[in-house]
T-cell receptor, first 113, second 113 residues
Framework: DTEVTQTPKHLVMGMTNKKSLKCEQH?????MYWYKQKAKKPPELMFV???????INESVPSRFSPECPNSSLLNLHLHALQPEDSALYLC????????????FGPGTRLTVL | QKEVEQNSGPLSVPEGAIASLNCTYS??????FFWYRQYSGKSPELIMS????GDKEDGRFTAQLNKASQYVSLLIRDSQPSDSATYLC?????????????FGTGTRLQVTL
């Protein structure tokens, strides 16, 4: 299995809602990542988990809260988002950190009303 | 500020021609280099990884790395309309404790009939 899966594919939420994005991989990868991508821009790193521990937080606002329940799962909890947070949210994983060959999931298209 | 520079394009090539995509990076300690293909509305797909100077070939794709010149390129032979996409160059820097990919802004390739 060489796939990273993400759910849901699309999400529409209001600014007062709480929702979660989920990511799963069964490749035995020990590093997992959350990215945000706006239209016509490259992916922008948000968080890195290495061996289930948060190793990088790119100064992301606290309304985004990551969680890594185990080595295969990565969640991103969303609360009190703003319309400008609307974007494609991408999860990726890599087998090891040194070369960091990352494989991306299909993404969740988030719209904040 | 670590930077990865790409020409945004569009780069237009006729079907069957060679497409040449270029990327320069600023951080001399970068060790790993990747090319991703991204179709509109989809997630990035890893197509080439290269870690040492020289050429690496995979099917119609050849990646070239010159660390002295801080330059990475991707050649696509026998270009097909299905190759029309945005190509993202990504550079990895590993500090011993953490690893981070920096993406270029992407080059949009159009293969014309």
């Amino acid at each position: 299995d060489t796939e990273v899966t993400q759910t849901p594919k699309h999400l529409v939420m209001g600014m007062t809602n709480k929702k979660s994005l989920k990511c799963e991989q069964h490749m035995g990868h020990r590093a997992m990542y959350w990215y945000k991508q706006k239209a016509k821009k490259p992916p922008e790193l948000m968080f890195v988990y290495s061996y289930e521990k948060l190793s990088i937080n790119e100064s992301v606002p606290s309304r985004f809260s990551p969680e890594c329940p185990n080595s295969s799962l990565l969640n991103l909890h969303l609360h009190a988002l703003q319309p400008e947070d609307s974007a494609l949210y991408l999860c990726a994983s890599s087998q090891e950190v040194r070369h960091n060959e990352q494989f991306f999931g299909p993404g969740t298209r988030l719209t904040v009303l | 500020q670590k930077e990865v520079e790409q020409n945004s394009g569009p780069l237009s090539v006729p079907e069957g021609a060679i497409a040449s995509l270029n990327c320069t990076y600023s951080d001399r300690v970068s060790q790993s280099f990747f090319w991703y293909r991204q179709y509109s509305g989809k997630s990035p797909e890893l197509i080439m990884s290269i870690y040492s100077n020289g050429d690496k070939e995979d099917g119609r794709f050849t990646a070239q790395l010159n660390k002295a010149s801080q330059y990475v390129s991707l050649l696509i032979r026998d270009s097909q309309p299905s190759d029309s996409a945005t190509y993202l160059c990504a550079v990895n820097t590993y500090t011993g404790t953490a690893s981070k990919l920096t993406f270029g802004t992407g080059t949009r390739l159009q293969v014309t009939l």
